[in-house]
């Protein structure tokens, strides 16, 4: 088993930049890629950005400039900085991990709100 906990979001300002964090423990060696989605109230969940234990990502076309994502794989943490924040981004965002035996953990999501 594989539990990932989120820390960050919150509240701001359209332009503005929130970091999220998220630590996986549990079966840790497990893990392969780590990363995070987004969801809003009546649509699917979708990708932001992954990250795999050797560092290669992949971002949403809709974030890709303005948001980074991060790991260190000691510390057993990916992080998403978010930059250049647009009311569109307003979701909550998911950590996901997935392990080598193809099996997906999610966080318990966190509140992003950018305000107008």
């Known amino acids: 088993q594989v539990q990932l906990v989120e820390s960050g979001g919150g509240l701001v300002q359209a332009g503005g930049s929130l970091g999220l964090s998220c630590v996986a423990s549990?079966?840790?060696?497990?893990?392969?890629?780590m990363g995070w989605y987004r969801q809003v109230p009546g649509k699917q969940r979708e990708l932001v950005a992954r990250?795999?234990?050797?560092?290669?990502?992949n971002y949403a076309d809709s974030v890709k400039g303005r948001f980074t994502i991060s790991r260190d794989n000691a510390k057993n943490t990916v992080y998403l900085q978010m930059n250049s924040l647009k009311p569109e981004d307003t979701a909550v965002y998911s950590c996901?991990?997935?392990?080598?035996?193809?099996?997906?953990?999610w966080g318990q999501g966190t509140q992003v709100t950018v305000s107008s």
């Open positions: 996901w991990g997935n392990t080598l035996d193809n099996r997906d953990y």
């Open positions: 549990g079966s840790i060696f497990r893990i392969n890629a």
């Open positions: 990250i795999t234990r050797g560092g290669n990502t």
